[in-house]
């Protein structure tokens, strides 16, 4: 999961960049990565106000599928997490984000 922490300037060409803290929940490791803001998409994901799922109320907390591109509840992160498909589209985005691929489709659902 990619989760925008703040801003960062580049020095070399006065860009702006997403500093991201990537976290992998069920392993317990956090990564910090510079990512260029035009690779990032950042507005859909912050700008939505209801679940892409579900329908409910965004304010308590959000997050990415690991699925597919849905902005969802945290409600329904915790039943994607039962999907008995979880663990392989987690290890799939570690993998498309290790090779800098930070916007991955996902496996599909």
Request: with cysteine; proline share 3%.
């Amino acid at each position: 999961m990619i989760r925008p922490w703040k801003r960062a300037k580049s020095r070399e060409s006065k860009a702006t960049a997403w500093l991201v803290r990537a976290s992998n929940r069920g392993l317990g490791t956090t990564t910090l990565l510079k990512i260029p803001k035009e690779g990032f998409k950042l507005d859909k994901f912050f700008k939505q106000k209801y679940c892409d799922r579900c329908g409910s109320d965004l304010k308590l907390g959000r997050i990415m599928s690991m699925f597919n591109e849905d902005c969802i509840c945290m409600d329904c992160k915790d039943k994607e997490t039962e999907d008995p498909k979880y663990k392989e589209a987690r290890d799939a985005e570690a993998r498309e984000v290790k090779k800098g691929n930070y916007n991955f489709k996902g496996i599909g659902k």
